[in-house]
């Protein structure tokens, strides 16, 4: 391991704390603070991965994930970015798509073969015969590509998800970042800061070089300053910050996400985060723009940024012999820095002849570094990691050859403008700056800083709380002279630095890499400008140029400025790519969020479970739907015919209804004429929509004047209140309407002994006569427990409907099974249910309906009241004229032919075509026959017509039924009724 | 998603909180004389206009009330009433 620097203030790591990590099954060492990729580099590992297509070895390049060259494999995990990702204790890392290892990578041949793959040559080969193209792709897939998944991996880790609202949402925590947010808290508002990185602190954070402020400030470096800023932005209240968070898309009203990456103290591995604001700042600062030269991803090459960073931040001297070859004053403070920190700097290469920092200058000449201006490296060697590299002059007249083990390489700045885009802002190319530059922006986005073009550190934090304003302006806290004195202080600081345009050395670009993680060169470029395609966007997807994980950081910039130059035409205009969200690479399971189980459970599930009932998942709800692993139940059903038994029916939806106009309300949704709604008494009525198809039945009661009680299916319970709202709403009717499905449990006790178990524990005379069929009542159990009893007969039997609070239901049933031991009363599930009320004939909708069955089809026409036009009742046109139609499909009860051989449900009628379909269908044990409903064509609906029915995997043979009447079962109802 | 409305009773909240009920089409028509082709018109069509609607939206995970915005479709974003009414 590699020995870290330490006396640095700006470093994040903690030397003295180890973390073990494995890496290709041996165990290595690194440091609290470090990335996986640092702890890799300290480790001596310089070739992190091969190449998407040629296999060439890969390192460090940036420190902020622009690129795969670092993508790896932890913990099982593909791709994972190393540059991002904080090192763990125990972490597993291996490389991926090697064949032997990155060091020896077995198919490194393909590096040679380029000249076989030329631009899109997978477009233009191996598509004739068409039968090539499965053969060839599996190849390809097998040598290419990143990492790979089992179809049945599971991901780990916990996944977060929340939904912040906030005044001013900022997208980088570098200087201009946290002057903003200042700016704008201390105008009152509430703002949150998104940090890419673990800290804050972004351009100023790394850097030890002289902050120059006013002269009060004495002299403070830009780490000082950052930490001083840090410390402003922590210290106000109103500030949320978010670090280790990226910025991954910008929807309409400044909806902002991303997802953080959770730190070891918290909660979950990464959180999706979704901001609302008011106002957005986008302080995204610049990344470097890739110096394109022969070789230029070979391990040894890398950025300015990514070089400082190593040292300053993680303590790592990036190499022993260093040559640079840059564009932009960063490189000539980094090498200044880096050769204070004992890196040996044989040669610094500017592309620019003039415009440095004379004070930069003065100091490379105090510690006798040579500075070639107008020099540029043109080519990498060494076949593994670098050994030289050849400079030469930017008009390609003079060269040399340097050796060294470590390329310092950039061409200048870029501006992170993802982020504008995204949300619709336009950019337009800056001559001066040589950046895209944003020019028509969103309502209420902000940009600043670098992003303006920025460079001198006073500049940058004074746009910074320009912008803070601005957004405190769109929030109406802040005045539009405040705004304009403060620009005018920024025109007295210096403005845009010139930027360079150089994208390429004087090279022919055949091992140039202008992508590295398609495997792009400018070769590719040309080619595909010499087919035709001008734009930068087409070359980008003929090419594949910046489609691959890193989104466009290394190429985003220089893509479009080369293939300007390259066209040499007068007028060209210099055009970017789209950017798209995700702009980081987010996993899906990120998306996903924390996968909550939604479903409700009944104030009896937890009894029911520890009675043995099988569950299943019904709508909202878990049911109880087995009682036993007879999946007919004929036990649970044989015991309601013939003793008692109880169901959980606390899923059925139950309103009150109450008003003045509570009434009308009814009338406008049920079918049937509901003035005729008593107290005391039950009423089965039906709801339609506007094309008459049927959507919930229930029973309804009156409890007092304009007071009413009504149940609905489990199924509709969730949108009856919008649906009576919704067909009111023009109304402005008075009344109003409670959802009671929650707060009141549903126990169903039936069975010819239900009366004489319900008798036991209440104090009334529940003979037929005095509570019979189709009545309500309302008592009190032990003087205590309300309950609303109705006598109802879904399963067709002499049945109890008991409506408790929730809070009482396990009390009640619990004296129900006592009051029943004598009986041995069980319990019964809902599939025991469905098989009792479909051998009644009573339908449940959804099962014997499905959505174009109207109110006609299902044979409750009965409920139907013609004469209440003024109700406007829903359903009631479309009706009237449904009825005119003889050929629509008809509920029709069915016997089989064979005992013993009830088709499945949802088993086809057919002739010559599809006639129907049936609805449910079980071998009863009530009847000793196999019965079912089914929903015919009309002309098949006469009783005594036989049915032919398809089933699936039927190998061609048919079962047949016949029509028959309905209700199968007890057809006079005496039972229910007794 | 990024859809905001405002309701008269919460005021302007998420998109997702709300459920969509159609565009803005008057009160049900009399059933008395009316013919089938006026009664489908009434229900199933509608404008889809390429610009500003007044729709109908319902506060399902709030206050539970249905009340119509106007909303450009071209942008999905909300209007202010006043402005649009002019």
């Known amino acids: 391991m ?9 470093l994040k790591i903690d030397g003295f704390r180890k973390i073990g990590f494995i890496y290709k099954k041996k165990k290595y060492y690194g440091v609290e603070g470090d990335t996986v990729a640092t702890a890799l580099y300290a480790n001596g590992i310089r070739i992190f991965a091969r190449s998407l297509k040629y296999h060439r070895p890969r390192g460090l390049y940036s420190l902020d994930g622009e690129c795969s060259n670092t993508c790896m494999e932890v913990d099982n995990i593909p791709n994972v970015r190393c540059e991002n990702t904080l090192l763990k204790e125990g972490m597993v890392i291996k490389e991926q798509n090697v064949k032997g290892s990155a060091e020896n990578d077995m198919m490194s041949f393909i590096d040679k073969m380029d000249w076989m793959m030329p631009a899109g040559f997978y477009y233009n080969t191996m598509h004739k015969p068409a039968s090539i193209w499965p053969i060839a792709m599996k190849q390809i897939r097998k040598a290419a590509g990143l990492g790979t998944l089992s179809p049945d991996f599971e991901m780990p880790g916990i996944y977060d998800e929340i939904f912040p609202t906030t005044d001013v949402c900022i997208i980088g925590g570098g200087p201009s970042g946290m002057m903003a947010a200042v700016a704008a808290a201390k105008k009152g508002l509430r703002v949150i800061i998104m940090e890419a990185r673990p800290w804050l602190g972004g351009f100023f954070e790394y850097r030890s070089s002289q902050y120059k402020p006013g002269k009060d400030k004495g002299s403070q470096s830009l780490h000082d300053r950052a930490l001083e800023l840090d410390r402003e932005v922590n210290a106000l209240e109103n500030i949320r910050v978010f670090t280790h968070t990226s910025m991954v898309g910008a929807y309409n009203n400044n909806l902002i996400t991303g997802f953080q990456i959770g730190k070891e103290s918290d909660l979950f591995d990464q959180r999706y985060i979704e901001i609302r604001a008011k106002s957005v700042v986008v302080a995204t600062g610049c990344i470097e723009r890739p110096l394109i030269f022969d070789n230029n991803e070979r391990p040894g090459v890398m950025q300015i940024g990514c070089a400082l960073r190593l040292a300053n931040t993680y303590g790592l001297l990036p190499g022993q012999k260093a040559v640079f070859s840059i564009g932009h004053d960063l490189g000539l403070e980094a090498a200044l820095e880096l050769s204070s920190l004992g890196l040996n700097i044989e040669l610094i290469a500017d592309i620019r002849e003039d415009g440095q920092n004379p004070e930069l200058l003065q100091k490379l000449e105090d510690k006798n570094i040579t500075l070639l201006k107008g020099w540029v490296a043109c080519k990498a060697n060494g076949k593994k990691r670098v050994k030289n590299v050849e ?3 930017i008009d390609g007249l003079a060269s040399k050859t340097v050796s060294c083990d470590l390329i310092v390489a950039s061409a200048g700045m870029t501006p992170v403008t993802g982020p504008v885009t995204i949300a619709q802002g336009k950019l337009k ?12 922006l969103p309502e209420k986005i902000h940009v600043t800083g670098r992003l303006l073009g920025l460079d001198n550190p006073l500049s940058i934090e004074t746009s910074g709380t320009i912008a803070g304003l601005q957004a405190a302006l769109d929030c109406e806290n802040c005045s539009i002279k405040e705004i304009g004195d403060i620009k005018k202080s920024l025109k007295n600081l210096p403005g845009p630095t010139r930027g360079t345009k150089l994208v390429t050395a004087p090279v022919k670009g055949r091992k140039s890499f202008i992508c590295f993680d398609e495997d792009t ?19 980008k997807r003929f090419t594949s140029a910046g489609t691959g994980p890193g989104q466009g950081g290394i190429p985003g910039h220089n893509l479009p400025l080369y293939v300007a130059k390259y066209q040499a035409l007068p007028d060209i205009s210099i055009k970017p790519t789209t950017t798209r969200p995700p702009l980081v690479p987010t996993l899906l399971s990120t998306y996903a969020g924390t996968n909550h189980i939604m479903l409700k459970q009944t104030p009896m599930d937890k009894m029911q479970r520890e009675d043995g009932g099988i569950f299943r998942n019904i709508g909202v709800w878990q049911r109880a739907r087995y009682f036993s692993n007879d999946l007919t139940c004929k036990k649970e059903i044989e015991n309601i015919r013939s003793n008692v038994g109880m169901l959980d029916a606390s899923t059925l939806g139950k309103f009150r209804i109450h008003g003045p106009d509570a009434l009308k309300a009814l009338q406008r949704v049920f079918v049937s004429d509901m003035s005729k ?15 008459g198809c049927v959507i919930d039945d229930g029973v309804i009661t009156k409890l007092g004047e304009n007071d009413y009680y009504f149940t609905t299916s489990t199924g509709r319970a969730g949108q009856t209140v919008e649906w009576i709202r919704y067909h009111t709403r023009y109304d402005k009717w008075n009344f109003h309407i409670v959802n009671l499905t929650d707060s009141m449990g549903v126990i169903n006790l039936a069975g010819p002994n239900a009366r004489k178990v319900l008798a036991k524990i209440v104090d009334m005379d529940i003979s037929n006569e005095a509570f019979g069929f189709s009545e309500y009542k309302e008592f009190n159990i032990k003087d205590c427990i309300p309950v609303r009893a109705m006598r109802l007969g879904f399963v067709g039997e002499l049945s109890y409907e008991l409506h408790v609070p929730s809070s009482y239901m396990l009390s009640v049933w619990l004296m129900l099974k006592d009051a029943g031991k004598e009986f041995r009363i069980q319990n019964f599930g809902v599939e025991a249910q469905n098989v009792l009320r479909m051998e009644k004939c009573h339908i449940i909708l959804g099962q014997e309906s499905e959505q174009r069955t109207n109110l006609l089809d299902v044979g409750l026409e009965f409920l139907w009241d013609r004469t209440k036009a003024d109700a406007k009742t829903i359903g009631a046109v479309a009706l009237s004229q449904a009825e005119k139609d003889k050929d629509r499909f008809k509920l029709v009860g069915f016997k089989m032919e064979e005992n013993g051989r009830a088709p499945h449900d949802g088993s086809l009628i057919v002739d010559e075509k599809v006639r129907g379909y049936v609805c449910t269908a079980r071998d009863s044990f009530s009847l000793n026959e196999a019965v079912g409903m089914a929903l015919v064509d009309g002309p098949l609906s006469k009783i005594g017509t036989r049915l032919e029915i398809y089933e699936d995997e039927c190998n061609g043979k048919r079962i047949y039924g016949k029509v028959v009447e309905m209700p199968f079962y007890d057809p006079e109802g005496s039972r229910m009724k007794m | 998603m990024a859809l905001t409305i405002t309701c008269p009773v919460c005021g302007k909240r998420n998109g997702y909180e709300f459920k969509y009920g159609g565009e803005e089409k008057g009160p049900r028509p009399e059933e008395k004389d009316l013919n089938p082709q006026a009664w489908c018109e009434y229900v199933h069509m509608n404008k889809c206009v390429a610009g500003v609607q007044e729709e109908w939206w319902f506060h399902k995970d709030g206050c539970g009330s249905w009340f119509t915005i106007l909303r450009d479709t071209t942008t999905n974003l909300e209007q202010e009433k006043k402005e649009a009414k002019k």
């Not at chain 1, 709604?677 to 094309?691: E, T």
């Open chain 1, 677 to 691: 709604v008593q107290q005391g008494r039950m009423k089965y009525s039906a709801m339609c929509n506007d094309d």
């Open chain 1, 2 to 10: 590699m020995n870290r620097l330490d006396h640095m203030p700006t």
């Open chain 1, 429 to 440: 190319y800056d001559a001066h700056t040589g950046f895209f530059l944003a020019d028509k």
């Open chain 1, 391 to 393: 400079l030469s002059s």
């Open chain 1, 521 to 539: 060169t400018i070769k590719n470029i040309k080619q595909a400008i010499e087919k035709g395609f001008d734009v930068p966007e087409l070359i």
